[in-house]
């Protein structure tokens, strides 16, 4: 009988500091994720938890992780050679087909960018992939900066807005992600855009607010989910809500939706 | 075909099936009750028809052969990851018509849900056999009645026990009938329980901006004060499936440990928390709230069949602190109604 819950060994190919508190891992893997899914890492006596795969490519997958858990705290320890292990990808990731061909808009929050990264990475490098992006990313301070060469490059490729919540920095703005999105014009984007906000849940709450007051429009809004899971595959229950597993039918959803999702 | 046997006659029976089945039923285990003196009625593997409790119902449901509270999903020695092997001996399990309707529930979540099938749950619920366990009367917690899960014929046997300790059976299942070549004859048809004393009204839930006000609605704040949000109801209910997996290293050689499954509940703190600390629902009353949409809302509104409970009324046995879903559930009704009223009298 197929075991679903069984992952598999995957060499840690290089380990990788992310600002003060993050660390991107690329491990060997041929699976194939799409922008916006997530996979269980575990390691064995430890534990498993879902994390979004920040990066992609032939034969490899990227995870950032933050150390803020359990296992997340033990997976820091390893080292290239040493051997992570995985299962997934699972969920639905960002609607590629629907974002296509318009303008993209990307709003996020610390560690959050790491769910879009390769999304807007295909809006860098894909001819024609987007109209036009723009990218408003916050982090708490200067610390929490994660994808610094990502962030330079997007700087040349289209519009970002780079802030600090407090600090000031040469070339970042101060202020929350929120204080920014009014300088979107989504009334002259017509009905063209695609709006992805994601990050910590009280930041997206109030990104979406302010979003809706500066004119965007609630169906062409997108959010990413975070919840807790055991499972991933909609047996565990940690993450339902309502009759939504946000492990199956999320972790992204349309803002339609996710308005609803009342925990 | 039904037969009828003599109490010796049906504990030679019971030997002779213990050959080739495991047989799990509800057993007394004394004195292991909440409280002094009391026991407490459990599933455990049964060693003869005499251990077999068949005048009460059990404290905790059939269901924790099939899903236990705690199972080591793999073991680890090193960096391998090697699946448990489970039970693979075929298995009777003697249960109540509601414990048979929650395997149907249970199996929506644990074999279908998503298209994953959790191989854990499907490979032991394939080694079990239902022989169901007629209700001599339903005690005042039951509400089977009202959740239509007091009939099912989704059995390989159904067995009665009289009261002058003769044993009837109906076999359906073509690998039960040989053990009975040799008994007599005779009519049998199970009986189901026709009427609760506790009836219980579901509430109609017509669409996403009565859940909204539902969710919002004072009642919920009640159980703030009352529910201690120990998760005992959960524990007991027939249906509920959550659970957390837990990795484990063993004491004496910390290379080696297990994953483990273990029971969970919505109702207990920290169900929801991730990792970096956030979490949802943070009173009790939003965790009952959870709890009861989930079982009368939101489980249907995912599977379109039935709602999640079958009326067992072990939640109303175990709950510490007296708080009874037969009452929340009127109580949701209620809250239901006056929603619709308000937005009727709003549309006038």
Redesign the interface.
């Known amino acids: 009988?197929?075991?679903?819950?069984?992952?598999q060994?995957c060499e840690i190919i290089s380990v990788k500091k992310q600002g003060g508190h993050e660390f991107t891992f690329r491990v060997k893997s041929d699976a194939k994720p799409l922008p916006g899914q997530f996979m269980q890492l575990?390691?064995?006596?430890?534990?498993?938890?879902p994390i979004s795969v920040s990066g992609y490519g032939e034969g490899w997958l990227e995870f950032t992780i933050?150390s803020?858990?359990?296992?997340?705290n033990i997976i820091f320890e390893k080292q290239p050679g040493d051997?992570l292990?995985l299962r997934g990808p699972y969920g639905k990731g960002w609607p590629i087909e629907g974002i296509k061909g318009k303008n993209v808009v990307v709003v996020s929050g610390g560690t959050g960018l790491a769910p879009v990264r390769e999304l807007l990475n295909m809006c860098a490098d894909e001819q024609g992939f987007s109209k036009s992006t723009t990218l408003i990313c916050g982090f708490k301070d200067e610390t929490g900066i994660v994808f610094s060469d990502d962030l330079d490059r997007w700087k040349t490729k289209f519009r970002t807005i780079y802030a600090l919540d407090k600090d000031e920095k040469s070339g970042w703005r101060v202020g929350m992600v929120t204080k920014f999105i009014k300088e979107v014009d989504f009334k002259g984007l017509g009905d063209d855009y695609a709006l992805i906000v994601v990050g910590?849940?009280i930041m997206m709450k109030y990104a979406c607010q302010e979003a809706l007051a500066c004119g965007a429009k609630e169906e062409n809004m997108w959010l990413s989910f975070?919840?807790?899971m055991?499972?991933a595959?909609?047996?565990?229950?940690?993450c339902?809500i309502?009759?939504t597993?946000v492990?199956?039918d999320g972790p992204v959803f349309p803002y339609k939706v996710a308005k609803?999702l009342?925990? | 075909m039904s037969y009828v046997l003599s109490s010796e006659r049906a504990d030679a029976l019971f030997s002779e099936l213990k050959k080739q089945y495991r047989i799990f039923a509800p057993k007394r285990f004394k004195a292991q009750g909440r409280y002094s003196d009391t026991d407490i009625i459990r599933y455990a593997e049964a060693a003869s028809l005499e251990e077999i409790v068949f005048d009460e119902k059990s404290d905790y449901p059939a269901k924790e052969v099939i899903s236990p509270i705690q199972q080591a999903?793999?073991f680890?020695t090193?960096?391998?990851?090697r699946?448990s092997k489970g039970n693979t001996r075929p298995i009777l399990l003697f249960a109540r018509p509601c414990d048979i309707n929650s395997q149907h529930i249970q199996a929506k979540?644990?074999a279908g849900?998503?298209g994953?099938?959790?191989?854990?749950?499907?490979?032991m619920r394939e080694t079990v056999k239902f022989v169901l366990m007629e209700c001599p009367s339903s005690d005042d917690t039951c509400f089977c009645v009202s959740m239509g899960t007091n009939k099912t014929d989704d059995y390989a046997m159904a067995i009665r026990v009289d009261n002058d300790g003769s044993v009837k059976f109906k076999v359906c299942d073509e690998a039960l009938k040989p053990f009975f070549s040799q008994s007599t004859v005779a009519e049998y048809e199970p009986k189901f329980v026709k009427e609760n004393e506790t009836k219980v009204t579901l509430p109609d839930i017509p669409n996403?901006e009565v859940?909204?006000k539902l969710?919002e609605h004072p009642m919920w704040k009640e159980y703030n004060g009352r529910c201690i949000s120990c998760g005992a109801c959960t524990i007991a209910c027939s249906t509920c499936?959550?659970?957390?997996?837990?990795?484990?290293?063993y004491g004496d050689n910390?290379e080696v440990?297990e994953?483990r499954r273990v029971t969970?509940s919505?109702q207990i703190d920290g169900?929801?928390?991730?990792?970096?600390?956030?979490s949802?629902?943070n009173t009790a009353g939003?965790r009952m709230r959870?709890k009861m949409?989930?079982k009368f809302?939101?489980?249907k509104?995912?599977f379109g069949d039935s709602h999640m409970c079958v009326g067992c009324g072990r939640c109303i046995h175990r709950c510490p602190e007296f708080i009874t879903i037969t009452n929340a559930l009127n109580k949701m009704c209620n809250a239901v109604e006056e929603i619709k009223a308000e937005k009727g009298g709003a549309e006038k």
Do not use: W
């Open positions: 009988m197929n075991n679903p819950l069984q992952p060994a575990s390691l064995p006596k430890i534990g498993e938890c933050r803020v858990g359990e296992v997340t051997l292990f910590p849940p975070e919840r807790k055991s499972c595959i909609g047996k565990c229950g940690h339902r309502d009759e597993y492990c199956l609803n009342v925990d | 999903l793999f680890f090193e960096d391998e990851y699946a979540i644990y849900n998503g994953y099938v959790d191989m854990y749950y499907e490979r996403k859940l909204g969710k499936t959550c659970f957390t997996t837990k990795d484990i290293a910390p440990g994953r969970s919505c169900f929801s928390t991730v990792a970096g600390g956030a949802y629902r939003d959870f949409l989930h809302h939101d489980y509104a995912r």
